[in-house]
């Protein structure tokens, strides 16, 4: 068994079972598990993914919403236990890797072209 | 000083506690290392067991190298390393040296050769800030001043300058073992340690400074 097998072997245990294939120009809404004295809760963070980054395990999407009229973004790693759930609200069409030009938009011009061709 | 472990650094990953973070672990590839001699007070004048590590083919080693090997009947081994212990009574030749001796959370040092970077200069040797590049400067890459002029008229000793950097051996102190896998002879360590992949490392428990 080489190197690379032996390390592939220990981190196929830590990977979630299922995740969704997501795009960049999606919008997802990612469920967060929050620690709250001894109780857990999941909170949902809903927004559009402008960036991934990295593979395998350590796999990060950053997903950007508005709050509040203040824009936040918030990098999540995919096969994180933290993360109870991902899911994709809506396919976006988009020609960049990376949508980092959102950050200068407001208001209608921060919208994603919906598309329609992939499985939600 | 304990015994430790000789293994191969095989690279890096990350793995999740049960508190959900990301941790960052090299795997090692640690033993099994026979003890191939068991120095004592009467016969060598200190206490030590020296262990062998990673197989070799039988042609790769000198006769007087297998002739000693042979004493402990072990299997032909690219590297010998001595554990100097106060105690060796517990040892017995030929018995091989797992990983399982580490658990889960405890403090180790790993030592290994750094990679070798060659001649390098002052900028990434000795993080020396570098020369104004443009507006007419000449002085690039530099070093400055090395010291006084006539008196004392010489460079002290010491003085930060260009030279070999890296390929040299180093200890990183104080590292946690994330994980043992007994069964593959495998170690987690938490963060990363000297050398490149398929390098050589010696692990072994943690020195705590004051502490015997």
Same mark, same amino acid.
């Given at each position: 068994m080489?190197?690379?097998?032996?390390?592939?072997?220990i981190?196929?245990?830590y990977?979630?079972?299922?995740?969704?294939?997501?795009?960049?120009?999606d919008?997802?809404?990612?469920?967060?598990?929050?620690?709250?004295?001894?109780?857990?809760?999941?909170?949902?963070?809903?927004?559009?993914v402008?960036?991934?980054?990295?593979?395998g &395990?350590?796999?990060?999407?950053?997903?950007?919403?508005?709050?509040?009229?203040i824009?936040?973004?918030?990098?999540?790693?995919?096969?994180?236990?933290?993360?109870?759930?991902? *899911?994709? &609200?809506?396919?976006?069409r988009?020609?960049?890797?990376?949508?980092?030009y959102?950050?200068?938009r407001?208001?209608?011009?921060?919208?994603? *072209?919906?598309?329609?061709?992939?499985?939600l | 000083?304990?015994? +430790?472990?000789?293994?191969?650094?095989l690279? @890096?990953?990350?793995?999740?506690?049960?508190?959900?973070?990301?941790?960052?672990?090299?795997?090692?590839?640690?033993?099994?290392c026979?003890?191939t001699? $068991?120095k004592?007070?009467?016969t060598?004048?200190y206490t030590? $067991?020296?262990?062998?590590f990673g197989?070799?083919?039988?042609?790769?080693l000198?006769?007087?190298?297998?002739g000693?090997?042979?004493?402990?009947?072990?299997s032909?081994?690219?590297?010998?390393?001595?554990?100097?212990?106060?105690?060796?009574?517990?040892?017995e030749l030929?018995?091989?040296?797992?990983?399982?001796?580490?658990?889960?959370g405890?403090?180790v040092?790993v030592?290994?050769?750094? @990679?070798?970077r060659?001649?390098?200069?002052?900028q990434?040797?000795?993080?020396?800030k570098?020369?104004?590049?443009?507006?007419?400067?000449?002085?690039?890459?530099?070093?400055?001043?090395?010291?006084?002029?006539?008196?004392?008229?010489r460079v002290?000793?010491?003085?930060r300058?260009?030279?070999?950097m890296?390929?040299?051996?180093?200890?990183?102190?104080?590292?946690?073992?994330?994980?043992v896998?007994?069964?593959?002879n495998?170690?987690?360590?938490? +963060?990363?340690v000297?050398?490149?992949?398929? +390098?050589l490392?010696t &692990?072994?428990?943690?020195?705590?400074? +004051?502490?015997a």
């Amino acid at each position: 068994m080489s190197a690379q097998d032996i390390i592939r072997s220990i981190e196929a245990e830590y990977y979630k079972k299922e995740t969704p294939e997501i795009y960049v120009g999606d919008t997802v809404r990612v469920g967060v598990i929050i620690q709250e004295g001894n109780k857990e809760r999941t909170q949902p963070y809903e927004g559009t993914v402008i960036a991934k980054r990295n593979g395998g &395990i350590s796999a990060t999407i950053t997903v950007r919403r508005i709050f509040q009229g203040i824009g936040v973004e918030r990098v999540f790693l995919v096969h994180s236990p933290r993360i109870e759930s991902i *899911k994709v &609200i809506r396919r976006g069409r988009v020609r960049r890797a990376k949508l980092y030009y959102l950050r200068d938009r407001v208001g209608k011009a921060t919208r994603v *072209k919906q598309r329609f061709d992939r499985k939600l | 000083m304990s015994v +430790g472990i000789l293994g191969t650094k095989l690279g @890096m990953t990350q793995i999740f506690d049960e508190a959900g973070r990301a941790v960052p672990v090299t795997v090692v590839q640690a033993g099994p290392c026979p003890i191939t001699q $068991i120095k004592t007070k009467q016969t060598d004048g200190y206490t030590a $067991i020296q262990v062998g590590f990673g197989s070799v083919k039988e042609k790769a080693l000198t006769l007087p190298e297998l002739g000693h090997l042979k004493k402990s009947e072990t299997s032909p081994v690219r590297h010998l390393q001595e554990f100097r212990l106060e105690d060796v009574s517990e040892f017995e030749l030929g018995h091989a040296i797992t990983a399982d001796r580490f658990s889960e959370g405890q403090l180790v040092d790993v030592s290994g050769t750094s @990679m070798g970077r060659g001649f390098a200069g002052y900028q990434k040797r000795h993080n020396f800030k570098r020369g104004p590049m443009g507006h007419g400067s000449k002085n690039h890459r530099l070093p400055g001043s090395t010291g006084a002029g006539t008196t004392p008229g010489r460079v002290y000793p010491g003085k930060r300058m260009a030279g070999q950097m890296g390929n040299a051996q180093v200890t990183v102190r104080k590292l946690t073992v994330v994980k043992v896998d007994a069964e593959r002879n495998l170690l987690l360590i938490k +963060g990363a340690v000297p050398g490149k992949s398929g +390098g050589l490392l010696t &692990i072994h428990p943690a020195t705590i400074v +004051g502490k015997a």
